[in-house]
């Protein structure tokens, strides 16, 4: 069975970083794509980012590209998404999630944690 939990979220000041963390139990996590997706209050969910086994492939939304990466540890079965200057609009709860294969797409995600509320006051 796999579960995943999320970390680190809280408050910050525009302009400001987060570190969010997301731990992994269960078998495969090295065969496994990990993502954060993102959701405001009254908005669909929406792709942050994603990592694939190997760190070989990485996606970023647009709105974070060159302010959040992503990254992984595989040994110790965990995800991160260090963001850096945050933005009031990055205010969502953050949901790591994980998949075989490859994908941006919320829906084929098989595994979601419970969410981590990110806010960011202006």
């Known amino acids: 069975q796999v579960q995943l939990v999320e970390s680190g979220g809280g408050t910050a000041q525009a302009g400001g970083s987060l570190r969010l963390s997301c731990v992994y139990s269960?078998?495969?996590?090295?065969?496994?794509?990990m993502a954060w997706f993102r959701q405001a209050p009254g908005k669909e969910r929406e792709f942050v980012a994603g990592?694939?086994?190997?760190?070989?492939?990485?996606q970023f939304a647009d709105s974070v590209k060159d302010r959040f990466t992503i990254s992984r540890d595989n040994a110790k079965k965990t995800v991160y998404l260090q963001m850096n200057s945050l933005k009031p609009e990055d205010t969502a709860v953050y949901y790591c999630?994980?998949?075989?294969?490859?994908?941006?797409?919320?829906?084929?995600?098989?595994?979601w944690g419970q969410g981590t509320q990110v806010t960011v006051s202006s």
């Open positions: 999630a994980a998949r075989l294969g490859t994908s941006t797409g919320a829906s084929s995600y098989n595994y």
């Open positions: 990592i694939a086994w190997s760190g070989a492939w990485k």
């Open positions: 269960g078998s495969s996590f090295s065969s496994r794509t």
